[in-house]
Structures are given as C-alpha cells and as structure tokens.
C-alpha cells in the first residue's frame, strides 16, 4: 500500500475560526434565553439550559456585560443597553413605509379583520407589519413574531418553489412529523394555481386566513399579503371578497416595484 503521508491537520487560522464561530453560536443562545417572561436570566440557569460549562458560561456572560448586550441585575442577567441601539437600526430597517401602512390600515378598517405581512425567515415566517381588526373578538400576533411554517395561509404562499430540504426541516417540526411534506407540497401546489391561500383551524382551532402574494422585481414571492380572524366570520362569500381585496392590494403594492417588501 502506498504511503499515504501523515494525517492532515486543521491550520491554526481554521481552528480559530471555528472557535470563534462556536463562541458567537453560544453567545446567541445565551441572548435567546430572554424573552418577554423571562427578562432575566441567571449563570445557574444558563448552565441548565444550554448545557455549558459554568466557567464558559461566565466568561461568555462577562463578554456580553463588557458589551454592553447585557446587564447584571439582583435577579441575574437582563438585555443590556447596548441593544437600544441596535433596536434602533432594526427598527428603522424594517419600519413599513407610510403608503404600504395606509393600505393595511384600509383593508382592515373596510374588512373588519386583522392584516398582516409575513415574510420568511428560514423555517419560520416573521410578521413584519400588522394591522389589527376593529372587532372585540380578532386574531392578533405581535410584529416581530416567528411563527411555525407547516401550517397557515401564509405559509403555503411564501413557500412556493421552496427546495425539498426546506420542506423537510419544515415539516420535521410539524405535529405529523416529516410525512406532513406531502400534505405541504399539495398545499403550495394548489395556492400557487389559484394564486392565493386559505387556511382553517390548522395551527389554531377556530382561526381561519387568506393570504395572497407580493411579487418582487426577480422573484415571484417576496411576501405574504393576508387578512385572519375567528373562522365563523370566514364564510365562503366573504373569502371570495378578501381574496379579490388582497390581490387588488398586493397588486398595488407590486406596482411600487421591490425586491423588499419594506422598501420605500
């Protein structure tokens, strides 16, 4: 057998490298601790739930604090004042323009139920824009939130041309499980004949959806234009209505011309 010469070894800037995206990969475990019931967040508990040493813990903690991305409390580690700023960019970046807010603002007042626009990010759609409806009894989720993507009408229109892989890590987060692929590719078939979607009851029982979508300059989707709300007020004739409103609405806002559905 030949001499196949000595095994090969990772260059010490590739180890460094690697080491280097590990700590960031752990510093944003520790951030995503934090939530809106959980303000703070103890070493204690950071331990547990990450699964890290308390030594790194403390040293990826002092980082941050240094930073100025979190800050010691008496009941532990809380988001830090170093994020306001960044708050502020994103808030800026991805603030809906007037015009598009406008519109939102008339489909829900004309409709009576929630606007939203969902846009994709990885296995979740984000609502990026929301405008809720008049009625006491409304569907309602925050700006910001990411929700799951096996279900939903929105979901089925931002999904479209999605790889097989995406709908596999999708689908692996699903109640079924990864036989739900089959049900999602029927689903995105059918939105992208009928170029819009419907859902009912299918993450949430009682909650009921049309979404449509926002074409961009080079890609077909960019965004998903939908109205949502309790499902007895989702009859077959008001469908029909919300569906001619959100494409008349998408259409408007296509017409603008973006790659963004954020951009100005």
């Known amino acids: 057998m030949a001499n ?6 990772r260059s010490a800037p590739d180890a460094a490298d690697a080491g280097g995206v590990r700590s ?5 475990e520790i951030m995503s601790l934090l939530t809106e019931h959980r303000p703070s967040v103890t070493i204690r508990e950071i331990v547990e739930q990450t699964g890290l040493a308390k030594t790194t813990a403390i040293r990826l903690v002092q980082t941050l604090e240094q930073n100025g991305l979190l800050w010691a409390t008496s009941h532990g580690y809380t988001a830090g004042p170093g994020l306001w700023r960044w708050a502020h960019l994103a808030h800026r970046s991805w603030e809906v323009p007037a015009d598009t807010r406008q519109l939102m603002r008339e489909l829900a007042a004309t409709h009576r139920e929630t ?5 994709t990010r990885d296995i979740y759609r984000v609502c990026v824009a929301q405008e809720e409806s008049p009625q006491a009894l409304r569907h309602v989720v925050r700006v ?6 096996w279900a939903g009408a929105s979901s089925k229109i931002l999904l479209r041309d999605a790889p097989e892989a995406l709908l596999g890590r999708i689908a692996a987060t699903a109640p079924d499980g990864a036989s739900h692929v089959a049900t999602l590719r029927e689903w995105i078939d059918d939105a992208a004949l009928k170029g819009y979607a419907t859902s009912a009851g299918e993450r949430e029982p009682g909650l009921s959806a049309v979404a449509v979508p926002i074409g961009g300059r080079s890609v077909p989707v960019v965004a998903a234009l939908c109205l949502s709300g309790p499902t007895l007020r989702f009859t077959p004739e008001r469908i029909e209505t919300f569906v001619e409103a959100l494409r008349d609405a998408a259409a408007r806002l296509a017409e603008k011309g ?3 559905p954020l951009a100005g």
Request: overall charge negative; cysteine-free; glycine content about 8%.
């Open 115 to 119: 606007v939203n626009l969902y846009m």
């Open 24 to 28: 960031v990969q752990r510093a944003m």
């Open 4 to 9: 196949q010469g000595p095994p090969l070894r």
């Open 258 to 260: 973006f790659d963004h």
């Open 144 to 149: 910001g939130d990411e929700l799951p993507m």
